[in-house]
């Protein structure tokens, strides 16, 4: 989640999805949080791509606040180890945004979308 980390990977040359991807891999790593491969994969891609709408800093941003609600639960959890690839997945293709003065901001969630999009408390 550390910005620092991934714009340390793009000044050693990496693209953004390599440096979104070799920050999760990190994060999963470190933080045992159980996700598979193709998970960070896709992630990494998906958020990557999102450069043809918004610049390389609200990339970061995005990735940074997603990895914060939807792997911490917004805080909440501290230690993350009950994830579900599957919610990842399903919190990734869902994501919406709202511009403000040219730059987006995740759309918040809805009540109902808790179950299919957050880790289970602990």
């Known amino acids: 989640m550390d910005k620092n980390e ?3 990977y793009l000044r ?3 693209d953004l999805e390599h440096a979104l ?4 891999f990190n994060l999963n790593k470190f933080q045992n949080l159980g996700l598979q491969e193709s998970t960070l994969n896709r992630v990494s891609e998906k ?3 999102l450069t043809n709408t918004m610049d390389t800093d609200n990339v970061v941003e995005i990735y940074s606040t997603f990895i914060h609600r939807y792997i911490f639960r ?7 180890n009950n994830l579900s690839d599957q919610k990842i997945l399903f919190a990734l293709e869902t994501l919406k945004f709202n511009e403000r003065n040219g730059y987006f901001v ?3 969630d809805k009540d109902d979308e808790f179950d299919n999009k957050y880790p289970d408390p602990q």
């Open 21 to 24: 991807q070799k920050a999760f």
């Open 12 to 14: 050693d040359g990496l």
């Open 74 to 80: 917004d805080g909440q959890l501290k230690n993350p």
């Open 47 to 49: 958020i990557a791509s």
């Open 6 to 8: 991934i714009y340390s």
């Open 106 to 108: 995740i759309m918040p």
